[in-house]
Structures are given as structure tokens and as C-alpha cells.
């Protein structure tokens, strides 16, 4: 795991890349924000464990879960590996708040596998975060949210992006998981980029002004 800690650091992120990448595969995304020296922020980029992905024909590679098929939504995320991965990240949530990082001071970002993994977590954490950002991403087991949301996700600031054209996750996967949300209550913000399954220049404004937002308390 790459930890960025900045001397002073007393709000976090935690970032959540997508299949087949690593941790050190977003670590160029924080250094693109350029988030002003004035609010120094911990960066915490986890990688996920290897595992066979069915999909890629059984080849090892980091993954939060394995996906066994794009067609049955059931198959698209294990159920099972989803929440060993959330428990795995909630857990490092409860080390920053015993090394005195508030929960309100604490979002969790995830790209792709990692948004899935990062709002499966937030919203059922027991404890509000500052903020949950979900990038190209969906919902694992959202059939479960109702009976397992927590009262703390009630009012989370949620925002999920996703690319017009993107052929990994389509765009209708990102509206599915928006509706779903609302329909449970939540306001999740919106955005739509012209790209594929990727992270664009605008939107890279987009994400520093939505944690300059989340974190300027």
C-alpha cells in the first residue's frame, strides 16, 4: 500500500483502483489534483489482492472480487470477495481513526471495482464520512442497500462520474446505481464526461473541487 502522510495531514483519502491495476496505479491521479499545500491530506492507495478473474480466462491479477460473467448482474461483482474487500477497507478506516483521523474527515474513492468496493463500504459504515466518490463504476448486491444501509449514509455526500462512451461499465450501469441511491433516499452529484472507461482532464477539476469541498473543514 502507498501511504502519502504529510506532515499535519488531518484529513484522509483513500483511493481504490480499478482491476488489474495497483495502488500505484492512481498514485499519479493525487499528484494531478495539486491539492494546495495549505491542506495537507494523507493519501492512502491499497492494492487488492491477486486472485483468478473468470472473465480474463482465470488469469491471476489484483482484483476485489472476480467477475464470472458481464452478462447476469449477479456475476458481474461476488458477493462473497466484495465484502471481504469492504471489511478489509473498513478496517483500515477504524486504523485511521485510532491514529486520530475523524470519520468526517475521511473519503473514500474508488475507480471501477474500486468504486464498487468503496460504496458498498461507505454505505454501511456505522460512522458518517466526509465523502464517498465513485468513478466509472456500479452497485454490488444492490437488491441488499435498503436492509443494509446505515443511518450514518442518510446525508454522505456521494458523487459518482462516469464517461459517456465507456465500454468496460456502460453508462446505464452508473445511471442504475444513481437511481438506486435516490430511490433509497440519497443525493448522489452527478457528472457525465465525454470518454471511455478512463479519468479526463475535466473531470480531474471536477474531483480537486469536490474534495476541496468535502475536506475544507
Same mark, same amino acid.
Given at each position: 500500500?502507498?501511504?502519502?502522510?504529510?506532515?499535519?495531514?488531518?484529513?484522509?483519502?483513500?483511493?481504490?483502483?480499478?482491476?488489474?491495476? =495497483?495502488?500505484?496505479?492512481? #498514485?499519479?491521479?493525487?499528484?494531478?489534483?495539486?491539492?494546495?499545500?495549505?491542506?495537507?491530506?494523507?493519501?492512502?492507495?491499497?492494492?487488492?489482492?491477486?486472485?483468478?478473474?473468470?472473465?480474463?480466462?482465470?488469469?491471476?491479477?489484483?482484483?476485489?472480487?472476480?467477475?464470472?460473467?458481464?452478462?447476469?448482474?449477479?456475476?458481474?461483482?461476488?458477493?462473497?470477495?466484495? !465484502?471481504?474487500? #469492504? #471489511? !478489509?477497507?473498513?478496517? /483500515?478506516?477504524?486504523?485511521?481513526?485510532?491514529?486520530?483521523?475523524?470519520?468526517?474527515?475521511?473519503?473514500?474513492?474508488?475507480?471501477?471495482?474500486?468504486?464498487?468496493?468503496?460504496?458498498?463500504?461507505?454505505?454501511? /459504515?456505522?460512522?458518517?464520512?466526509?465523502?464517498?466518490?465513485?468513478?466509472?463504476?456500479?452497485?454490488?448486491?444492490?437488491? #441488499?442497500?435498503?436492509?443494509?444501509?446505515?443511518?450514518?449514509?442518510?446525508?454522505?455526500?456521494?458523487?459518482?462520474?462516469?464517461?459517456?462512451?465507456?465500454?468496460?461499465?456502460?453508462?446505464?450501469?452508473?445511471?442504475?446505481?444513481?437511481? !438506486?441511491?435516490?430511490?433509497?433516499?440519497? =443525493?448522489?452529484?452527478?457528472?457525465?464526461?465525454?470518454?471511455?472507461?478512463?479519468?479526463?482532464?475535466?473531470?480531474?477539476?471536477?474531483? !480537486?473541487?469536490?474534495?476541496?469541498?468535502?475536506?475544507?473543514?
Amino acid at each position: 500500500m502507498i501511504d502519502l502522510h504529510p506532515a499535519d495531514a488531518r484529513h484522509a483519502v483513500i483511493w481504490l483502483h480499478g482491476l488489474g491495476d =495497483s495502488g500505484a496505479g492512481l #498514485a499519479p491521479l493525487v499528484d494531478a489534483l495539486a491539492l494546495p499545500a495549505d491542506l495537507p491530506v494523507r493519501h492512502l492507495l491499497p492494492d487488492a489482492p491477486e486472485r483468478p478473474i473468470t472473465i480474463n480466462m482465470g488469469y491471476k491479477m489484483r482484483g476485489w472480487y472476480d467477475i464470472r460473467s458481464f452478462e447476469d448482474p449477479a456475476d458481474r461483482a461476488v458477493e462473497s470477495h466484495v !465484502r471481504e474487500s #469492504a #471489511a !478489509r477497507i473498513a478496517a /483500515l478506516i477504524e486504523q485511521l481513526v485510532a491514529e486520530g483521523f475523524a470519520p468526517e474527515r475521511i473519503v473514500l474513492a474508488g475507480f471501477s471495482q474500486g468504486g464498487v468496493i468503496a460504496s458498498f463500504t461507505a454505505l454501511r /459504515l456505522p460512522q458518517r464520512l466526509a465523502g464517498q466518490l465513485c468513478m466509472s463504476t456500479y452497485l454490488a448486491a444492490p437488491d #441488499a442497500l435498503l436492509g443494509e444501509m446505515s443511518e450514518a449514509a442518510r446525508d454522505l455526500p456521494i458523487c459518482y462520474m462516469h464517461g459517456i462512451y465507456d465500454d468496460v461499465v456502460s453508462l446505464s450501469m452508473g445511471w442504475d446505481a444513481k437511481n !438506486r441511491l435516490e430511490a433509497a433516499g440519497l =443525493s448522489p452529484e452527478w457528472h457525465e464526461y465525454p470518454m471511455r472507461h478512463e479519468i479526463c482532464r475535466p473531470q480531474l477539476d471536477d474531483i !480537486r473541487q469536490w474534495l476541496l469541498a468535502r475536506l475544507a473543514g
